[in-house]
């Protein structure tokens, strides 16, 4: 666990002095070096790690900005230079490969960052209403164009519900947001659903299961274990899922 | 888990009928006895077959000193008589489960919620396990692409959470093949 | 819909064998190519005949175009598979671990997309790759018999096939879970386990709340009017903590718990084999 908080205070501190600038298709700029290029490599794989959690968390994810930001911005840094490569007259015979190289990365991030917020979207859509309603810890998790959707999308929904035939409800049947323990209205994220995940680091001590029953998380197993089992070293990194 | 309001396969599982015996009367409701007029009464000692819905909160409330078993007595539903739990003990795959009721693994956990009987959920979860591995088989050797065309006499017996495996299973099987022909 | 259906729950198996074309392969180029900045790594400098590490992707896109020979993984080796396949086959109970994560995925794309740069004719290996294949799936099947709704371990396994499994095994221990809910109290508090080194922090603690289903009808009042998804009062009613009358009742309870343990005891002896 320890060697999971060195990790990310690593993380935060390469993240403070991200801000290089970057040279898309050219030539690596000396002064950076092996730096940048573990950065980009470190982005991918987290963007990979993103979009895989994503499709297979059952609840939501907190939003990544940072990296999808960061990401987005290389994405634009590399259409240009496309583009500038594409109208040099001079361009060399390698340009061809070397278009043809950074257009298919291009695509391959693309096709990630659209998957990610796309599985997030499909979530959001799903549980529009408990992430609408919901403390700001929840809310926390989405990103400022998901919130203001998340809240559009209820009163919209709420004013059209009401509009086509709820309104004609008598008043005590015309609420959507009733949450009775035993049938509650509100669809949430069923936390004790199984996921399948692999041990980054071993886990300290059993982790108890219902039933008395426990499980030793050791580095590189895989097991198929309930979300709310694991989330919290998904969180710390000492699993991932897969 | 709770029930979810809006899943189609928990709401129909809330309209699956249990016998029920009603230990007091109940003015106007005679209704719901089968044939009956509107304005007659349910009589104490009636014997109704009610929705889910309705028996579970009758059944669990009511009881007084006067009426020491709540408004309703519930006894098991049709498809949890010993005659087809003891089929599914005999050869778990062979029991038409669809004919008993479309919902049987699901009513199966609302009724054992109810009523706490630990033995019926021992033999029911043995059935769905052993089932499940089978439906597991059928979906893989599946020739046909066409869905579910070879296998119509065996998915007819198949409760809906059943057919549910069924496609997930078969679905993985068939991408699987179409991603590896495409490689070709 | 935000995302088809297909993908929802699951992967494709192209999107699985897109993320196995991130992994970095050795080929060998056929013309020179400067360092090349991309989004996701810098792609070394290449000079014909220099040995160098490049993600998969690329490798195919370069080999498409003659411009270099992939070397195939050592793994993926006519003596390296055939290892392998012994070693799948001496234990029918746990997968072996000389096989990499992406094993199906790599082999099936360095077969299609470069099957003259392999050192042995590419029918062999696939016909290795396609025994090793075989067996594996037969120990993944005589897994799948003894799903319990406590946990599977499956080490070893490669991302295809844990990807083909996923949807059955996630939809199978989901409902066993369900079912088991009807076992009354035992399981009730299951979430307010304190793991080692955690706080319970406030989302935590907002779930615990937010999850836990009352046992005993002491919210009745509540529970009758949500389960009949009516808000209509159906007159008079007290809140009762008994359990409901139940006409053929005649389980002994000894015998209950005795039986489910020997289930439970069954289950683990062969659970899923590879343990």
Request: glycine share 4%.
């Amino acid at each position: 666990m320890a060697d999971a908080r060195d990790a990310e205070i690593d993380d935060l501190i390469n993240n403070l002095d991200r801000d290089y600038d970057f040279h898309p298709g050219g030539k690596d700029n000396a002064g950076y070096g092996r730096d940048q290029a573990d950065n980009k490599q470190q982005d991918l794989q987290k963007l990979l790690n993103l979009w895989i959690a994503e499709r297979t968390c059952p609840d939501i994810l907190p939003y990544d900005e940072e990296l999808i930001s960061t990401l987005t911005d290389r994405l634009r840094a590399q259409v240009e230079f496309i583009e500038m490569t594409t109208t040099d007259p001079e361009a060399a015979s390698q340009s061809k490969l070397k278009i043809l190289l950074v257009e298919s990365e291009l695509e391959r991030i693309k096709f990630l960052i659209r998957g990610y917020v796309r599985a997030r979207m499909h979530k959001i859509d799903k549980y529009y209403l408990h992430l609408s309603t919901q403390d700001t810890d929840t809310k926390r998790k989405l990103s400022d164009a998901e919130q203001r959707f998340v809240l559009r999308r209820a009163t919209q929904l709420k004013r059209f519900y009401d509009q086509r035939f709820l309104s004609s409800f008598p008043q005590a049947l015309q609420r959507l947001d009733d949450n009775s323990p035993i049938l509650p209205m509100v669809d949430t994220p069923d936390l004790n659903e199984f996921v399948f995940v692999r041990v980054l680091q071993d886990v300290p001590g059993e982790v108890v299961l219902s039933n008395d029953d426990s499980v030793d998380l050791q580095k590189g197993n895989i097991y198929v274990l309930p979300y709310k089992a694991i989330r919290k070293f998904l969180r710390v990194g000492e699993v991932e899922l897969v | 888990m709770p029930t979810r309001y809006y899943n189609i396969d928990d709401i129909l599982t809330d309209a699956q009928k249990i016998p029920a015996v009603f230990q007091i009367p109940v003015p106007g409701m005679g209704y719901l006895e089968h044939g009956r007029s509107e304005s007659t009464d349910i009589k104490q000692g009636a014997r109704l077959e009610l929705p889910l819905w309705m028996a579970e909160p009758l059944a669990v409330s009511g009881e007084s000193d006067n009426l020491p078993n709540g408004f309703v007595t519930v006894s098991p539903p049709a498809p949890f008589n010993s005659r087809v739990i003891n089929a599914l003990k005999a050869n778990a795959i062979n029991v038409d489960l669809r004919s008993q009721t479309m919902y049987f693994f699901r009513l199966g956990q609302r009724w054992v919620e109810l009523t706490g009987d630990e033995t019926l959920l021992d033999q029911i979860l043995q059935a769905f396990t052993e089932r499940a591995a089978i439906v597991n088989d059928y979906a893989y050797n599946t020739r046909s692409t066409a869905l579910m065309t070879d296998n119509t006499e065996f998915m007819g017996k198949l409760d809906e959470t059943e057919v549910k495996l069924f496609r997930a299973a078969h679905d993985a099987s068939r991408q699987f093949k179409k991603w590896v022909s495409i490689k070709k | 819909m935000a995302l088809p259906l297909k993908q929802i729950g699951t992967f494709l198996p192209s999107e699985i064998s897109f993320l196995a074309e991130n992994t970095s392969v050795s080929i060998v180029p056929r013309q020179a190519l400067d360092v090349l900045e991309l989004i996701g790594l810098n792609l070394p400098a290449m000079r014909p005949m220099r040995r160098v590490e490049v993600p998969l992707w690329v490798a195919i896109i370069l080999k498409k175009q003659s411009r270099c020979n992939i070397i195939a993984p050592t793994w993926l080796s006519e003596d390296s598979l055939k290892a392998a396949y012994e070693a799948e086959a001496s234990n029918m109970t746990r997968f072996s671990n000389k096989l990499p994560w992406e094993w199906i995925e790599v082999g099936e794309l360095v077969l299609t997309s470069a099957p003259d740069d392999l050192a042995c004719p590419p029918h062999i290996i696939r016909n290795l790759l396609r025994d090793i294949r075989e067996i594996r799936q037969a120990k993944v099947r005589a897994g799948l018999k003894s799903l319990d709704p406590t946990y599977m371990q499956i080490d070893n396994v490669g991302a295809m096939e844990l990807n083909e499994i996923r949807q059955f095994v996630t939809m199978t221990m989901n409902e066993l879970r369900v079912l088991q809910n009807g076992r009354a109290e035992e399981e009730a508090e299951e979430e307010v386990e304190q793991y080692p080194g955690e706080d319970s922090d406030l989302e935590d603690t907002l779930e615990t709340t937010e999850y836990s289903i009352p046992r005993d009808s002491s919210n009745f009042d509540d529970s009758l009017r949500s389960r009949s998804r009516s808000a209509a009062p159906l007159g008079e009613r007290r809140p009762t903590s008994r359990a409901p009358a139940y006409e053929d009742d005649e389980g002994d309870e000894e015998e209950d718990l005795e039986m489910d343990e020997s289930y439970l005891h069954t289950v683990k002896d062969n659970s899923s084999g590879q343990r």
